[in-house]
Nanobody, 124 residues
Framework: QVPLVESGGGLVQAGGSLRLSCATS????????MGWFRQSPGKEREFVAV????????YYTDSVKGRFTISRDNAKNTVYLQMNSLKPEDTARYYC?????????????????WGQGTQVTVSS
């Protein structure tokens, strides 16, 4: 099980910004794709964004394109999710996960274990 520690969530008004962080072990992070996911009560966990291990490939779900930016710092074994222009529908618990294959990383069903996540609440 890869240790994953998400942080940076909080309560923000609509239109505001937050930056989430996900720290993982150096043994796995340097060659793995990293993804962000979110889950709202009563809904399935969904893909949000993914970044390749080199950072040259990034994919986003349509609802966050132009508002969210994923990035990573391999020296710090950390992936970030900058969230701007937040909307109430972005309210969810946000999780990260990692896999060697960037396409596989986009499917939350491929993962059996998750970190604690970090809660993002956007008020209208």
């Amino acid at each position: 099980q890869v240790p994953l520690v998400e942080s940076g969530g909080g309560l923000v008004q609509a239109g505001g910004s937050l930056r989430l962080s996900c720290a993982t072990s150096g043994r796995t992070s340097s060659s793995y794709a990293m993804g962000w996911f979110r889950q709202s009560p009563g809904k399935e966990r969904e893909f949000v964004a993914v970044i390749s291990w080199s950072g040259d490939r990034k994919y986003y779900t349509d609802s966050v394109k132009g508002r969210f930016t994923i990035s990573r710092d391999n020296a710090k074994n950390t992936v970030y999710l900058q969230m701007n222009s937040l909307k109430p529908e972005d309210t969810a618990r946000y999780y990260c996960n990692t896999d060697p294959n960037i396409i596989a990383t986009m499917n939350p069903g491929n993962f059996r274990s998750w970190g604690q996540g970090t809660q993002v609440t956007v008020s209208s």
